[in-house]
């Protein structure tokens, strides 16, 4: 398998324009995660999904992030409009939700810069 | 909500000798702790897992130690090299909830 396909890997825009990240899970596996990470606040869970149902968005900052799941192998992750505080690295991992053990398989991330 | 502490933020170690890295947690025991490996610009990349009824768990140059009554997991990595230097993160998983909280990282970095 190809592992955790994310893209784009970089992004730069202008504050107030709409940016969309993609998530293409690893097959098979039926929770996929979305997180942010920054230097100030590292590691940060946004939102999850299992079986394609969000689960808990208690992390999305504000009402300016959205997330969906259309399918099993496909996930975005919405900001609109982008602020400069939004810039940060942001990370999809999925995993099998059955065992338990939720040991989580990253992609190599997209990096957001929001001028 | 639970708390995550990784002591020193980085870590400076010369080649060969054992790495121990620590995180300490708040609040319930999980029943699985998790340590992952992350380089610049990569993605986490998950190394052991250790269950709550496990004192330890080796992995080749890896060990890993759980104490439930002190809520701190060491990391130890023995003769550690340079090709070791990364970002280690510790992530304790709430089965319940079906997500992991993760700590916010010690890098270390092994100079021949």
């Known amino acids: 398998d190809a592992g955790v396909i994310q893209s784009p890997r970089h992004e730069v825009t202008e504050m107030g324009q709409e940016v969309t990240l993609r998530c293409k899970p690893i097959?098979?596996?039926?929770?996929l995660f979305w997180y942010r990470q920054t230097m100030m606040r590292g590691l940060e869970l946004l939102i999850y999904?299992?079986?394609?149902?969000?689960?808990?968005d208690s992390g999305m900052p504000e009402d300016r992030f959205s997330a969906k799941m259309p399918n099993a192998s496909f996930s975005t992750l919405k900001i609109q409009p982008s602020e400069p505080r939004d810039s940060a690295v942001y990370f999809c991992?999925?995993?099998?939700?059955?065992?338990?053990?939720?040991?989580?398989?990253f992609g190599a991330g997209t990096r957001l810069s929001v001028l | 909500s639970q708390k995550i502490e990784q002591n020193s933020e980085a870590l400076n170690i010369q080649e060969g000798k054992t790495a121990t890295l620590t995180c300490n947690y708040t609040?319930?025991?999980?029943?699985?702790l998790q340590w992952y490996r992350q380089d610049p610009g990569r993605g986490p990349v998950f190394l052991l897992l250790?269950?709550?009824?496990?004192k330890e768990k080796r992995k080749e140059r890896l060990k890993v130690t759980f104490d439930t009554t002190l809520k701190q997991s060491l990391f130890h990595i023995t003769a550690s090299q340079p090709a070791d230097s990364a970002t280690y993160l510790c992530?304790?998983?709430?089965?319940?909830?079906?997500?992991?909280?993760f700590g916010d990282g010690t890098t270390l970095t092994v100079k021949p």
């Open positions: 609040n319930y025991s999980p029943a699985y």
């Open positions: 992530a304790l998983v709430n089965t319940n909830a079906g997500k992991s909280t």
């Open positions: 991992a999925s995993t099998t939700f059955r065992d338990r053990k939720n040991i989580q398989y």
């Open positions: 097959s098979g596996h039926n929770s």
């Open positions: 999904f299992n079986n394609n149902v969000p689960i808990d």
């Open positions: 250790i269950r709550e009824n496990e």
